[in-house]
């Protein structure tokens, strides 16, 4: 009897939720979320995308097979290529320039969230890494189809932020996030209850912290 994902999801459901139906979310869905939070967003997740790419390096650098290498290759391909080359251009239509996000100062939460991912990565093992990036590949791929699934959401040229409902709802970003499962999958199925059990530990201490990320966003906080 192995463990799979949605256990993970399910060990710590309220805070899942809250994290894929946040307000955040919800208002980017039926264009009523504020423009500066948007913006104060897009500019601090710029900062979080290079953490997280960094993170994924360093799943590259603990995998002992080349399956797990090339797993966090397309975790790092996906960031680099996929959302980061994005989010520049996307930025741009902003109104943020790439000089303006060089200078960025870091948020409190951006710091909070990525540096716990690259410590729990660094002390513990190459599962313990992936399950702390799991809520961000696999929870963006959720919301974007959670989001298609509200009779609220608006799509097309009456909502301003449809380019990011786009991105990750997009195959690329999609074909991703099910490979991050099947991989996390095939993990789980031979853990003992006691390491699920830290498993979903780091898992809910990372839902926890992309809630505050949306927050941030909301709260405009520095
Ligand atoms: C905060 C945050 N979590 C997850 C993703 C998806 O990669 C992102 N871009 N930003």
Redesign the pocket.
């Known amino acids: 009897m192995g463990y799979r994902f949605t256990d993970l999801t399910t060990a710590c459901h309220d805070d899942w939720r809250a994290y894929i139906e946040h307000d955040f979310v919800r208002q980017l869905g039926n264009a009523t979320l504020p423009e500066a939070s948007f913006r104060h967003y897009l500019k601090q997740?710029y900062l979080?995308?290079i953490h997280?790419a960094r993170a994924y390096a360093l799943a590259a650098y603990k995998s002992p097979t080349l399956a797990d290498l090339r797993q966090a290759h397309e975790g790092l391909k996906t960031?680099v290529d996929v959302?980061l080359g994005l989010h520049v251009g996307f930025c741009s239509e902003w109104g943020i320039s790439e000089e303006a996000l060089a200078e960025l100062q870091e948020a409190r939460a951006t710091m909070a969230?990525t540096r716990y991912v690259l410590d729990t990565g660094n002390r513990g093992d190459l599962l313990d890494l992936h399950v702390a990036l799991a809520p961000?590949?696999v929870?963006?791929g959720e919301i974007a189809n959670w989001l298609n699934a509200q009779s609220t959401t608006l799509r097309g040229t009456h909502n301003p932020f449809d380019a990011w409902i786009a991105m990750y709802e997009s195959e690329e970003f999609q074909a991703a996030m099910q490979a991050e499962l099947e991989w996390l999958d095939a993990r789980l199925a031979d853990v003992t209850p006691a390491r699920f059990n830290e498993l979903s530990k780091i898992f809910r201490d990372a839902t926890r912290l992309?809630i505050d990320?949306w927050q941030m966003g909301l709260d405009l906080s520095d």
């Open positions: 997740d979080f995308l997280f960031i959302e969230y961000c590949l929870g963006y992309e990320f």
